[in-house]
């Protein structure tokens, strides 16, 4: 008795191997028909008696090739038709492409084998890859997925590759950029000048250069880095001369597990993620002993690590280096530089040398960062080896564009049950990354053959995105409460449909009331939400400055603790007396002094306070340093605060907080321990308006979000407290905390919007 069934199977399905290993499974368990990519993705038909059929099955979804993944699989009866044997058939391409390209993908085992074996033609090929590894997002230029598509276009294979390519039974059958020393792409090397360097080996050279100390641009999957020898002191601080103005982490690349282990400690957890295929950049405690350089991460007491994930990088750490700086290859804050001419126009002021190819980036994207928070990986930027990998969403939706905030900005797309985050794109206010924004959602729109039917954007009618999406007036617009927004993303994530109280940590986002959000107690689903309260009001005398000066927060929160009678504190008396007096009269008389609810504001009123941080360069930094100075394995007692109880909300005042604060530091306990107290004074405070929140709504579902929840110590202990309670807690793990998410929650929250004005 034969059975015949055609298979319908969607998700990550082309450009990963899958035919074959339909083709190899099929034989495997004597079944006959055939196997073709279409626009969906792939369609089979198998014919086979209905136990060949039910193992074929099985083994279909649990024996997947590294890069594929299945979304959905469906199946439809068909009469047997008797035929013989199973073939690869040509892709068909219809009109509505969802067929999904797989992320940029790290050298697989059985390449890196090949790498390094003497006897292999491609020995040392810096650009060996097959059809479970290599570039993919990156090069795409256009679908279907296949070679003339792909910045491999220009370079025609050379017989064995084709023949590789050709076979049904190679790990390179229709590896797109299969390629070898022969035919494929080469390194260069040029001098800062521009000029091409005189080295018939520019991979040792490059490592030579690298042994002295010199800074080296080295183009990668996504963009350009910049590297130095992460144990050379000069060479660092030489980098981060001529970086100017930033003051973030570097993050490293070494070699291999081992190295990684004599300078930063290691988990089970963070092991998984330092060796997935995905190769992030994962944030590991120091070691206090390590031989790198002090200016890698100063005043923090973590290195961002990532293990080689190109062939190139295998080769420059295999034997030299315990530790390479792999930093974005940008000036300050402008997006990661990757074509050829821009990186050496833009970064001949700071490499000394390019290590280069001629492969082309079509796409550029960062490295993604992740940490783990209560043993679970967070990520804090979603990008490479991520993107464009789908989200499963709670329910279907029609097509929605969401353009995000304005820093870390990402845009997120949406089809059926599926969300497209976009890569990392970065922070808007900036105009090169603005125009980096637009290209990037024209490229995702492109290879995904997507069009939008509502736009969602944030309420502030300034952020760049929210410009965008005005000229697109084509479309129908959904402006999104930036918290609600944090929400809807934590919600979206763990597939939660129920109203869900939102406790959203934040920086700063545009509010309901026209004042500054970013402590927000809130209860809501993707229809809408309450604001149920909120952290006390406090003005920021001079808007945005006091974002990047956290002495003005600290000067605004002492004042409405103790009025005229300022205690005498560093972070005061270093303010000279004019503008001293200038900020005081701004805040009595409202003048460029908006107020805010941030809770990320309260963190830098607290480090700049206890003498941490006058000035941040970035978003988070002054947060970040406070965590990193908290002692480690000591208990601490909660300062007290009050919640008051104000128009029906409950707001949190911590003057008492901030008061306690001053005692202690003008006793002089020390800051580790000032810091350790101030944090659990927030999670006590957000267990009990949990407890007092759910009471009153009757929910007990409690999603943590906002850029404030990448903080490991508030993170663990307000969760475990939350759970103590009896409370459901949810926390992110796939999509950022901060506003690197924003655009998920945006999405979902114009897809019910489509949904009600459709009338369904
Ligand atoms: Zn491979
Ligand atoms: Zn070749
Ligand atoms: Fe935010």
Redesign the pocket.
Same mark, same amino acid.
């Given at each position: 008795m034969l059975q015949r069934t055609q298979i319908r199977i969607e998700g990550i399905v082309q450009g990963v191997g899958f035919r074959p290993f339909v083709y190899r499974e099929a034989l495997a368990c004597g079944v006959s028909g055939w196997v073709l990519n279409d626009s969906r993705g792939v369609l089979l038909e198998a014919e086979a008696s209905p136990r060949q059929l039910a193992t074929f099955l099985v083994r279909l979804q649990q024996r997947l090739p590294p890069l594929a993944s299945i979304t959905a699989l469906s199946q439809r009866a068909l009469p047997p038709e008797g035929g013989q044997g199973f073939q690869i058939r040509p892709s068909q391409h219809q009109a509505a492409s969802e067929a999904q390209i797989a992320p940029d993908t790290c050298? +697989?085992p059985? +390449? @890196?084998q090949e790498l390094f074996d003497p006897s292999n033609p491609r020995y040392r090929y810096p650009f060996?890859? +097959?059809?479970? +590894?290599?570039p993919r997002y990156s090069i795409v230029t256009g679908i279907p997925y296949d070679r003339p598509k792909t910045t491999m276009a220009t370079f025609t294979m050379c017989p064995s590759c084709q023949a590789e390519y050709d076979d049904p039974a190679s @790990?390179r059958f229709h590896a797109q950029p299969n390629a070898c020393p022969q035919c494929g792409p080469r390194l260069q090397l040029f001098k800062a000048d521009g000029g091409l360097a005189a080295t018939s080996s520019p991979l040792e050279a490059a490592i030579g250069l690298l042994q002295q100390g010199r800074i080296l641009a080295i183009k990668g999957l996504g963009g350009y880095h910049l590297a130095v020898d992460a144990c050379n002191h000069q060479a660092v601080a030489e980098l981060r001369r001529r970086k100017a103005r930033d003051e973030k982490p570097f993050a490293l690349m070494s070699g291999s597990l081992a190295q990684v282990r004599r300078y930063a400690r290691v988990s089970a957890s963070e092991e998984h993620l330092l060796t997935g295929t995905e190769r992030p950049i994962v944030l590991l405690e120091q070691r206090l002993e390590s031989h790198l350089s002090p200016l890698v991460a100063p005043r923090n007491g973590y290195f961002g690590v990532m293990l080689p994930y190109t062939p190139l990088h295998y080769l420059l750490l295999q034997d030299d280096f315990l530790a390479l700086v792999m930093t974005s290859g940008n000036l300050s804050d402008e997006p990661i530089v990757f074509r050829d001419e821009e990186a050496r126009a833009r970064l001949a002021a700071i490499a000394d040398a390019f290590l280069s190819h001629n492969r082309e980036i079509h796409t550029r994207s960062d490295d993604s960062i992740i940490r783990t928070i209560a043993d679970k990986p967070v990520l804090l930027r979603r990008s490479r080896g991520y993107v464009p990998r789908s989200i499963p969403l709670p329910v279907m939706q029609g097509n929605v564009l969401a353009v995000g905030g304005e820093l870390k900005n990402t845009f997120c797309l949406t089809r059926r049950d599926r969300a497209f985050l976009s890569q990392h794109i970065g922070d808007l206010n900036h105009p090169e990354v603005s125009s980096a924004f637009e290209q990037s959602i024209q490229l995702m729109q492109h290879i995904l053959e997507w069009q939008p039917q509502v736009i969602a954007h944030d309420l502030h009618p300034d952020y760049q995105s929210t410009r965008y999406a005005e000229t697109r007036r084509d479309l129908p617009a959904v402006a999104v409460q930036h918290h609600h927004a944090h929400l809807a993303s934590g919600m979206a994530e763990h597939g939660l449909t129920e109203p869900c109280l939102g406790m959203i940590f934040d920086g700063i986002g545009y509010g309901a009331d026209g004042h500054i959000w970013g402590g927000e107690f809130l209860l809501g689903d993707y229809r809408g939400y309450q604001r149920l309260g909120h952290f006390a009001y406090v003005p920021m005398p001079g808007g945005d400055a006091a974002s990047r000066q956290p002495y003005r927060m600290a000067l605004s929160y002492l004042y409405q603790a103790y009025g005229e009678d300022l205690p005498e504190l560093p972070v005061l008396t270093n303010i000279p007396a004019g503008e001293r007096k200038l900020l005081l009269q701004m805040i009595d008389q409202s003048i460029n002094s908006p107020l805010t609810s941030s809770c990320g504001r309260l963190f830098d009123a607290v480090a700049a306070l206890v003498g941490l941080r006058s000035h941040v360069s970035y978003e988070g930094q002054a947060a970040l340093e406070l965590e990193m100075t908290i002692a480690e394995g000591a208990a601490f007692t909660p300062y007290p605060y009050q919640l008051r109880r104000i128009a029906g909300q409950l707001i949190f005042d911590p003057q008492q907080c901030l008061r306690a604060v001053v005692e202690d530091l003008q006793k002089g306990t020390p800051v580790a321990r000032i810091s350790g107290a101030f944090h659990i004074t927030l999670a006590s405070m957000l267990l009990e308006v949990c407890r007092e929140l759910g009471e009153q709504s009757g929910v007990s579902r409690v999603v943590l979000s906002g850029g404030v929840f990448q903080n490991r110590f508030l993170t663990e202990h307000a969760t475990s407290l939350l759970q103590g309670a009896g409370l459901e807690v949810f926390t992110h793990s796939l999509v950022p905390p901060n506003d690197g998410g924003l655009s998920l929650g945006q999405a979902v929250i114009a897809g019910q919007w489509l949904k009600t004005s459709a009338g369904i």
């Amino acid at each position: 008795m034969l059975q015949r069934t055609q298979i319908r199977i969607e998700g990550i399905v082309q450009g990963v191997g899958f035919r074959p290993f339909v083709y190899r499974e099929a034989l495997a368990c004597g079944v006959s028909g055939w196997v073709l990519n279409d626009s969906r993705g792939v369609l089979l038909e198998a014919e086979a008696s209905p136990r060949q059929l039910a193992t074929f099955l099985v083994r279909l979804q649990q024996r997947l090739p590294p890069l594929a993944s299945i979304t959905a699989l469906s199946q439809r009866a068909l009469p047997p038709e008797g035929g013989q044997g199973f073939q690869i058939r040509p892709s068909q391409h219809q009109a509505a492409s969802e067929a999904q390209i797989a992320p940029d993908t790290c050298v +697989c085992p059985e +390449c @890196r084998q090949e790498l390094f074996d003497p006897s292999n033609p491609r020995y040392r090929y810096p650009f060996i890859n +097959c059809t479970n +590894c290599g570039p993919r997002y990156s090069i795409v230029t256009g679908i279907p997925y296949d070679r003339p598509k792909t910045t491999m276009a220009t370079f025609t294979m050379c017989p064995s590759c084709q023949a590789e390519y050709d076979d049904p039974a190679s @790990r390179r059958f229709h590896a797109q950029p299969n390629a070898c020393p022969q035919c494929g792409p080469r390194l260069q090397l040029f001098k800062a000048d521009g000029g091409l360097a005189a080295t018939s080996s520019p991979l040792e050279a490059a490592i030579g250069l690298l042994q002295q100390g010199r800074i080296l641009a080295i183009k990668g999957l996504g963009g350009y880095h910049l590297a130095v020898d992460a144990c050379n002191h000069q060479a660092v601080a030489e980098l981060r001369r001529r970086k100017a103005r930033d003051e973030k982490p570097f993050a490293l690349m070494s070699g291999s597990l081992a190295q990684v282990r004599r300078y930063a400690r290691v988990s089970a957890s963070e092991e998984h993620l330092l060796t997935g295929t995905e190769r992030p950049i994962v944030l590991l405690e120091q070691r206090l002993e390590s031989h790198l350089s002090p200016l890698v991460a100063p005043r923090n007491g973590y290195f961002g690590v990532m293990l080689p994930y190109t062939p190139l990088h295998y080769l420059l750490l295999q034997d030299d280096f315990l530790a390479l700086v792999m930093t974005s290859g940008n000036l300050s804050d402008e997006p990661i530089v990757f074509r050829d001419e821009e990186a050496r126009a833009r970064l001949a002021a700071i490499a000394d040398a390019f290590l280069s190819h001629n492969r082309e980036i079509h796409t550029r994207s960062d490295d993604s960062i992740i940490r783990t928070i209560a043993d679970k990986p967070v990520l804090l930027r979603r990008s490479r080896g991520y993107v464009p990998r789908s989200i499963p969403l709670p329910v279907m939706q029609g097509n929605v564009l969401a353009v995000g905030g304005e820093l870390k900005n990402t845009f997120c797309l949406t089809r059926r049950d599926r969300a497209f985050l976009s890569q990392h794109i970065g922070d808007l206010n900036h105009p090169e990354v603005s125009s980096a924004f637009e290209q990037s959602i024209q490229l995702m729109q492109h290879i995904l053959e997507w069009q939008p039917q509502v736009i969602a954007h944030d309420l502030h009618p300034d952020y760049q995105s929210t410009r965008y999406a005005e000229t697109r007036r084509d479309l129908p617009a959904v402006a999104v409460q930036h918290h609600h927004a944090h929400l809807a993303s934590g919600m979206a994530e763990h597939g939660l449909t129920e109203p869900c109280l939102g406790m959203i940590f934040d920086g700063i986002g545009y509010g309901a009331d026209g004042h500054i959000w970013g402590g927000e107690f809130l209860l809501g689903d993707y229809r809408g939400y309450q604001r149920l309260g909120h952290f006390a009001y406090v003005p920021m005398p001079g808007g945005d400055a006091a974002s990047r000066q956290p002495y003005r927060m600290a000067l605004s929160y002492l004042y409405q603790a103790y009025g005229e009678d300022l205690p005498e504190l560093p972070v005061l008396t270093n303010i000279p007396a004019g503008e001293r007096k200038l900020l005081l009269q701004m805040i009595d008389q409202s003048i460029n002094s908006p107020l805010t609810s941030s809770c990320g504001r309260l963190f830098d009123a607290v480090a700049a306070l206890v003498g941490l941080r006058s000035h941040v360069s970035y978003e988070g930094q002054a947060a970040l340093e406070l965590e990193m100075t908290i002692a480690e394995g000591a208990a601490f007692t909660p300062y007290p605060y009050q919640l008051r109880r104000i128009a029906g909300q409950l707001i949190f005042d911590p003057q008492q907080c901030l008061r306690a604060v001053v005692e202690d530091l003008q006793k002089g306990t020390p800051v580790a321990r000032i810091s350790g107290a101030f944090h659990i004074t927030l999670a006590s405070m957000l267990l009990e308006v949990c407890r007092e929140l759910g009471e009153q709504s009757g929910v007990s579902r409690v999603v943590l979000s906002g850029g404030v929840f990448q903080n490991r110590f508030l993170t663990e202990h307000a969760t475990s407290l939350l759970q103590g309670a009896g409370l459901e807690v949810f926390t992110h793990s796939l999509v950022p905390p901060n506003d690197g998410g924003l655009s998920l929650g945006q999405a979902v929250i114009a897809g019910q919007w489509l949904k009600t004005s459709a009338g369904i």
